[in-house]
């Protein structure tokens, strides 16, 4: 079993930042994917940015240049660093990681969730 334990969430002003950690522990194999999803109120889950493979990153095309995933292999965290909120981006933030022996039985792993919430 693997275990996603987010943090960072909160309330913040339009305009503002905020910096969300997930940190990945239990029986972590190879891993495919390491990054941030997230669901706002009435939505589907979205793809924020993730860690692919080969380290390089993907970002939703509307984020790319307010946020920013950082990464720590050897601690098997992943942060999302989020400027210039908007109070569209307002939902709950997911950690994601996509592990296994071999990518044709890797699993996606998700945490609870942090919500963010941004309003003045």
């Known amino acids: 079993q693997v275990q996603l334990v987010e943090s960072g969430g909160g309330l913040v002003q339009p305009g503002g930042s905020l910096r969300l950690s997930c940190a990945a522990s239990g029986s972590i194999f190879n891993i495919y994917t390491m990054g941030w999803y997230r669901q706002a109120p009435g939505k589907q889950r979205e793809l924020v940015a993730t860690f692919t493979r080969d380290g390089s990153t993907l970002y939703s095309y509307s984020l790319k240049g307010r946020f920013t995933i950082s990464r720590n292999n050897a601690k098997n965290t992943v942060d999302l660093q989020m400027n210039s909120l908007k109070p569209e981006d307002t939902a709950v933030y997911y950690c994601?990681?996509?592990?296994?022996?071999?990518?044709?039985?890797?699993?996606?792993?998700w945490g609870k969730g942090t919500l963010v919430t941004v309003s003045s």
């Open positions: 994601n990681l996509r592990t296994g022996i071999r990518i044709a039985y890797a699993i996606d792993y």
